[in-house]
């Protein structure tokens, strides 16, 4: 196997199928949308879409998504991969070389890039970021800035990219970058997991760059974070989602576990760092917070974090819900406090476990999640089949006191299989709004390889049309 795929996509997964009524409801997918519904990068190689991957939706309604292009028999190996359609789903040839653009950061060298998530500056410019490293070796973050045509942004690093390793106290460490996000001075915060290579010794990691693609020294120690949720045990720890509150702080999500040979139930984590980069006292424990979740051995794993009405985080991923000893996995969500402090009003005391046992057999993971403007929770991912590439793509829906809603798909669950429509394999992830829709990114089989794909939901109809 390419070592650029997924480890989870493995279970290639498959699509979506929904009954005919909930297609004329919340929870339907939007057939004029795309081609028959779906919007394809057409990139003509493989893609591998981060399963961290979330879209973003431009104020004019176009998308952008983000991939890594896999050439076979090229010198060029693995690049970047950016897509941008139009509202909507077809590929805006406004954008790059007819809505694509590729970015490659080692010169057709030996070293593997991945691209791992896509962020939008308020004046349209594009920052997309993942890592770059020999196979098997250390890793240093990779970003590039694309100008709202797609052409690099030369007044970032020089040439619209740069690389950076991850130094903190001297030692340079392995970082596998899985988020960012764009401060309002156009500073760029990246976050995800820093490794010496000893086991017990992966951390959370956060670097910030200034504007024009340097290193930000006024944030933590010369620019760089690092940070582990329990210091008394050996440490598993990764940050896989960071977003920007309302008053500047800096709110991460992730999980926190043991390595093996010993290895404990993965914890729910989040944290909260104040803008220069230390850990904001005001929340949780001396700035981080981390749950249990899930009755299985493997706990839970946070794919992205939310900010939902009155200062509340909302943190979404999946559970291992097993008793049997052989994991079972459905989608989840944590709601927090302001201060850090499970808000109890929110599913049972502050936890919700969506299961989907009876709809869609085998491991659910959840690798979007995005806050409507009614406060009601969308969850996006997909289930994989034990032993089996047959798999379902869903969703989940849940009003804000954490209960399912019954207004979405099938009690406030929808299983998506499109096998029949001639899409094999469609592994769905991230999503983002668009007006009273969402728009949902994943990877599909093609001929000879993968590629990026998006499809649209009626997320919305009720409330906007005032019925809801």
């Known amino acids: 196997m390419n070592p650029l795929i997924p480890i989870l996509s493995r279970f290639a997964l498959a699509t979506v199928l929904l009954p005919a009524f909930v297609r004329a409801a919340d929870g339907g997918i939007d057939q004029n949308f795309g081609v028959n519904g779906v919007a394809y990068a057409h990139a003509g190689f493989t893609l591998s879409t981060s399963l961290w991957m979330q879209p973003v939706v431009q104020a004019d309604g176009k998308i952008v ?16 991969f950016v897509a941008r359609f139009t509202k909507d789903g077809l590929l805006d040839t ?78 340079t460490l392995s970082f596998n970058p899985l988020s960012a996000v764009v401060q309002s001075d156009d500073r760029i915060i990246v976050a995800g997991q820093s490794y010496s290579g000893s086991v017990g010794d992966d951390d959370c990691a956060l670097v910030r760059l200034a504007s024009n693609g340097g290193i930000d020294a006024t944030f933590g120690t010369d620019g760089f974070v690092r940070f582990w949720f329990d210091p008394n045990q050996d440490r598993l720890d990764m940050l896989s989602s960071v977003v920007m509150d309302a008053q500047g702080r800096i709110v991460v999500g992730g999980s926190s576990g043991n390595p093996l040979p010993n290895p404990g139930q993965a914890k729910v984590a989040v944290a909260r760092l104040l803008n220069n980069g230390e850990l904001d006292p005001a929340f949780g424990a001396a700035g981080r917070a981390s749950i249990s ?17 009155g200062g ?8 291992d819900t097993s008793t049997t000893g052989v994991p079972k996995y459905n989608p989840a969500a944590i709601r927090f406090l302001p201060d850090g402090a499970l808000d109890t009003s929110f599913g049972d005391a502050g936890k919700v476990v969506v299961s989907f046992d009876s709809l869609a057999p085998g491991l659910t993971y959840v690798f979007g999640g995005v806050v409507q403007s009614n406060g009601k929770l969308l969850m996006t991912g997909f289930s994989a089949l034990n032993g089996d590439q047959a798999s379902f793509s869903v969703a989940a829906r849940l009003n804000d006191d954490g209960s399912l809603d019954s207004q979405f798909g099938n009690s406030g669950r929808a299983v998506y299989d499109m096998a029949s429509d001639g899409l094999e394999h469609l592994q769905l992830g991230g999503v983002a709004l668009q007006d009273t829709q969402a728009i949902v990114v994943g990877t599909v089989d093609v001929s000879g390889g993968s590629d990026s794909i998006a499809v649209r939901l009626n997320v919305d109809l009720r409330f906007a049309n005032g019925f809801d």
């Open 65 to 80: 998504l983000c991939a890594t292009q896999v050439v076979v028999n090229s010198p060029t190996g693995e690049d970047f």
């Open 94 to 171: 406004a954008f790059g070389n007819g809505g694509k653009a590729s970015i490659d950061f080692d010169g057709g060298g030996s070293e593997y890039e991945y691209c791992n998530n896509v962020a939008l500056q308020a004046d349209g410019r594009i920052v997309v970021i993942g890592s770059l490293g020999p196979n098997g070796g250390s890793k240093r973050l990779a970003a590039a800035r694309l100008n709202a045509d797609g052409s690099l942004d030369t007044s970032f690093g020089g040439t619209g990219k740069v690389v950076v390793p991850f130094v903190v106290g001297g030692s």
């Open 293 to 309: 979740l899930g009755s299985g051995a493997n706990g839970a794993e946070v794919s992205h974090v939310l900010l939902a009405p």
């Open 312 to 319: 509340k985080i909302v943190a979404t991923g999946y559970a």
